[in-house]
């Protein structure tokens, strides 16, 4: 694609739909301004309280429910908690379908505060495989147009606009975020969808792992957002080939980096086992999938004359690319297994932005002029509306 580099004046809000967080801005800035859980909350009213209101008459106590978004929805105790996208994928299903709508909706308005319609939006998400891809695309593109009232809408994939904010159009792109772990090559800014692999193994499934082993350490099971706070803060990537550390093992290192504060106030030195054992399911074990043989897959599935080039620019990027020490691990374990003549340019790319890598090309895509040559108009959408799934396929890169 022919990137035209004018700079467009109109803002534009560029969203990217992560199965844990949204993140939500304007073009042109340097980060998300906000950065929410994907998540809606509905809570059930009181049923003794709802006795008590029929007789006493008291309004706010008949409410039947309550709606809360984002981090006001994972932390109700009584609540349905509604998580619409899923291991990366927007799902098309009740209640998720409501969910969407209802967050995207209390992110335009509440958010960001845009109360005019008519405002041009990007949208960065994770692209299912096969079939199901442009049905999804569909569906957000109708939600867009129809209930935000949006004046045109752009959708990328991603890991190309990840390989964006690094100033690159060419590359591999490693992206784990909470639900999902995917190796996209990227080539002249377009993903190849055929050559994509992923797995189900993310940040989230590292919270797991850190809470069943702290349970058995501690005795007492902490709460899986204690566990996310723990693991950004002390877990880290271990190196190559350095298994066998005794489980009574602590860091030789610094003792600040392994402390940790429960809730109960309790200060504790966590383990080293334990700091670099629940990142180790990003490495799979025989058989298993693993971030190395994600990426080995999607090399390979490629045309021999590009290999070259996706090894020479390998983009580490999303929220769990922040572990410590994952970059050089990647690096050395591409580099015992690849061919001989492709090993000698492994060159693993860690971004001092690469947590909100997508967020930020979007933002960056956003600002030039390209963007409404490949953005959907409404008046495109409103005259295609009889086959929004043709369009979404030829216009969404
Ligand atoms: N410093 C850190 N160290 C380790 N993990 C981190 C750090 N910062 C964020 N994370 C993890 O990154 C994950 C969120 O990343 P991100 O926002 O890229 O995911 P997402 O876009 O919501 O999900 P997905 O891309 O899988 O759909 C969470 O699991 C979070 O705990």
Not at 353 to 368: D, K, V, Y
Request: glycine fraction near 8%; proline fraction near 3%.
């Amino acid at each position: 694609m022919e990137l035209e580099c004018t700079m467009d004046e109109q803002d534009v809000v560029v969203l990217d739909t992560g199965s844990g967080f949204l993140k939500v801005g304007f073009s042109g800035e340097d980060a998300p301004r906000a950065v929410l859980p994907t998540a809606m909350a509905t809570a059930m009213a009181d049923e003794s309280r709802e006795d008590e209101a029929a007789v006493t008459g008291d309004s706010a106590a008949q409410k039947k429910s309550q709606v809360f978004y984002g981090e006001e929805a994972i932390l109700q105790e009584n609540a349905q908690i509604t998580r619409p996208v899923q291991r990366g994928e927007i799902q098309l299903t009740q209640p998720e379908k409501e969910a969407m709508e209802n967050l995207l909706e209390h992110v335009f308005r509440n958010v960001l505060g845009v109360e005019q319609e008519d405002l041009p939006c990007l949208i960065a998400d994770t692209m299912p495989l096969g079939q199901s891809s442009y049905a999804t695309r569909q569906w957000i593109a109708e939600v867009m147009f129809e209930k935000i009232k949006v004046k045109s809408l752009a959708i990328f994939n991603t890991a190309a606009l990840s390989l964006f904010s690094t100033g690159r159009t060419r590359g591999l792109v490693v992206e784990s975020g909470e639900g999902i772990t995917q190796a996209v090559p990227v080539f002249e800014g377009y993903a190849i969808p055929h050559a994509i692999f992923k797995m189900k193994v993310a940040g989230h499934d590292i919270t797991q792992r850190l809470q069943s082993m702290m349970a058995e350490e501690l005795g007492t099971k902490q709460s899986h957002r204690t566990m996310q706070a723990m693991k950004e803060k002390v877990c880290f990537v271990a190196p190559s080939g350095s298994g066998g550390i005794p489980a009574d093992a602590l860091d030789s290192g610094d003792e600040e980096a392994r402390s940790f504060e429960l809730p109960d106030g309790q200060i504790i030195q966590v383990k080293e086992k334990i700091r670099t054992g629940a990142t180790e399911i990003l490495f799979g074990g025989e058989g298993e999938a693993s971030m190395p043989k994600i990426c080995l897959d999607a090399i390979n599935t490629v045309d021999l004359d590009f290999r070259q080039d996706l090894v020479k620019s390998v983009v580490v990027a999303g929220g769990t690319s922040m572990l410590l020490n994952l970059a050089p691990r990647l690096r050395s374990e591409l580099k015992s297994t690849l061919s001989s003549e492709l090993s000698k340019t492994v060159e693993v790319v860690s971004d001092s932005q690469r947590r909100f890598a997508a967020w930020i090309g979007g933002s960056m895509f956003a600002s030039l002029s390209t963007f409404d040559q490949v953005a959907i108009t409404k008046q495109e959408y409103e005259e295609g509306k009889s086959d929004v799934r043709g369009l979404v396929a030829r216009k969404t890169f």
